[in-house]
């Protein structure tokens, strides 16, 4: 018997199959909670050596060719770690973080355009880590010492210099998604660089009180309803082409477009007590909820298909930005508490099962097991894990996002950011967002090939 229990062990083992048993957290327990997020944040943390000697700080092994992230992930990251720290009170991540968030803003110019990742700079890359130091900003994040650049003056600076990119010649306003006209997708004007400018231009609002914020993020709204990426049934779709003066809409939903969306208008709404912000929080949740939750547990439904997975590296972060946006929803908008709870629940529920007891995570959180999903990742999918877990604290911690007048104590530089600067353009390699524009060149080729114009992709039969 025993004989044959090894062999068995041996054959699983030899057939990939993982015999680890699978995370435990009871999710009724604020500190079992907390003790299944510090297990999957060590197993996150494990793929991140930007603090060793001859490493370097703030970047998940990458961009590829040399490993399989680009550069905005690690300001993704640092972003989740904010929040883990903000809902658990660990904060034996703060200094690492700290040390990278300061890094990556590379002076001058502290605007997280570093020279280093120029061939990868989206305005939605840069804008990642402007979220992520907005974030630290709301969530009092311990300050930097008074000679290194703060928290809110490192988001004004993102801001700031994306709000000199709006140009109006194409397709009457909008960020295009690329930031060096020598970049691929410099062409493309997409949800993600304007959901991500919204965002922040209505965390900077609320933190600030200066409307000139909040008159970008309606800006933004207008031109992106205006442009059809966002429709009347609040579907969020993907962008298009200034050649096509952006009506060639790539109608593909990614969830991480919706997600910014969500949580930039449920700010919207917290600010202005409005009807109208309220209905667009409402009808983005709604869709979200029936789209991206089929059965009460997250699907990344443009690339996670039921019988195959064809989401990229980047791709696999997006569902713990969905998580957390939806959780500051319910924070901000609580109107909409009792229904994100709810789901928030069944899906963090569905995650749980996807990770092993080490705090591997998979991709797949609606199969009751380990998917063994390590290609495109396997950062990605311990940030959603993570950020799963930790935004359902948000019950025990309930504390919305400080101002300046409530307590937010970062320093803040409205003109940061608008120094004269010059990036310089590097030859165009693959960019950085792999979202659908990647995918649409993909389509673009194969129909090329084909000797098709391009009309639907293969992701038609699940929008
Ligand atoms: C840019 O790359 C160089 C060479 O690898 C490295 O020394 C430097 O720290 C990097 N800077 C940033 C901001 O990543
Ligand atoms: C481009 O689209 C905008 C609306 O998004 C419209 O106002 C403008 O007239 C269009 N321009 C051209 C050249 O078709
Ligand atoms: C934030 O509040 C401080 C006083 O608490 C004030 O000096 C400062 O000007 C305020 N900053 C902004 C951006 O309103
Ligand atoms: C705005 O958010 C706070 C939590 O930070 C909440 O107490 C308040 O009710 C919200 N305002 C509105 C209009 O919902
Ligand atoms: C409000 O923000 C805008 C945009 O950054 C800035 O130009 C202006 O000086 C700010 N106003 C105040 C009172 O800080």
Redesign the pocket.
């Given at each position: 018997m025993a004989f044959a229990a090894t062999a068995l062990l041996l054959l699983f083992a030899a057939c990939g199959v993982n015999t680890q048993s699978t995370l435990q957290a009871d999710l009724n327990s604020p500190s079992s909670i907390r003790s299944a997020a510090k297990t999957v944040a060590r197993s996150l943390l494990s793929h991140y050596n930007g603090d060793e000697p001859g490493q370097t700080i703030g970047i998940l092994p990458g961009p590829p060719p040399k490993g399989p992230y680009y550069w905005w992930q690690a300001g993704a990251m640092f972003g989740t770690l904010i929040d883990y720290w903000f809902y658990t009170g660990d904060d034996e991540y703060n200094g690492i973080t700290t040390q990278a968030m300061i890094f990556q803003a590379e002076p001058p110019l502290n605007s997280y355009m570093p020279a280093n990742w120029t061939a990868s700079l989206g305005n939605d890359d840069q804008g990642f880590w402007g979220m992520a130091a907005m974030l630290a900003a709301e969530t009092n994040f311990p300050n930097p010492p008074q000679d290194q650049p703060q928290w809110l003056a490192l988001a004004q600076a993102v801001f700031n210099t994306q709000a000199a990119r709006w140009e109006t010649a194409?397709?009457?306003?909008g960020l295009r998604w690329q930031i060096p006209p020598s970049n691929g997708g410099y062409n493309y004007k997409n949800t993600i660089a304007n959901s991500v400018y919204l965002n922040l231009a209505a965390r900077l609002a609320r933190y600030t009180e200066n409307s000139t914020y909040s008159d970008w993020a309606e800006r933004a709204w207008d031109w992106m309803v205006?442009?059809g990426y966002i429709d009347a049934e609040y579907n969020v779709f993907d962008g298009g082409h200034v050649e096509a003066?952006?009506?060639d809409l790539n109608r593909v939903q990614f969830s991480a477009n919706a997600a910014m969306l969500i949580h930039g208008s449920a700010i919207m709404y917290n600010i202005t007590n409005s009807e109208k912000w309220r209905g667009r929080v409402a009808g983005l949740i709604s869709k979200t909820v029936e789209h991206f939750f089929p059965d009460g547990i997250m699907v990344e439904r443009a690339c996670e298909l039921e019988d195959k997975v064809q989401c990229n590296v980047d791709q696999h972060s997006f569902k713990g930005y969905m998580h957390r946006a939806l959780a500051t929803a319910a924070i901000v908008a609580p109107f909409t508490r009792q229904g994100v709870m709810t789901v928030l629940r069944s899906s963090t529920a569905g995650c749980v099962k996807s990770c092993l007891s080490d705090g591997t995570c998979g991709f797949r959180w609606d199969t009751g097991s380990y998917d063994g999903d390590v290609a495109n990742g396997p950062a990605g999918q311990e940030m959603s894990a993570l950020a799963a877990l930790t935004t359902l604290l948000i019950e025990q911690k309930n504390q919305g996002p400080f101002t300046n007048k409530t307590g937010g104590t970062s320093v803040g530089d409205p003109n940061a950011g608008s120094n004269p600067f010059v990036l310089k353009p590097l030859p165009p390699v693959t960019p950085g967002w792999r979202g659908g524009a990647g995918i649409l060149t993909a389509v673009v080729l194969a129909s090329m090939v084909g000797g098709l114009v391009w009309i639907s992709g293969p992701w038609g039969e699940n929008i």
């Open positions: 194409d397709c009457n306003g205006g442009v003066n952006c009506t």
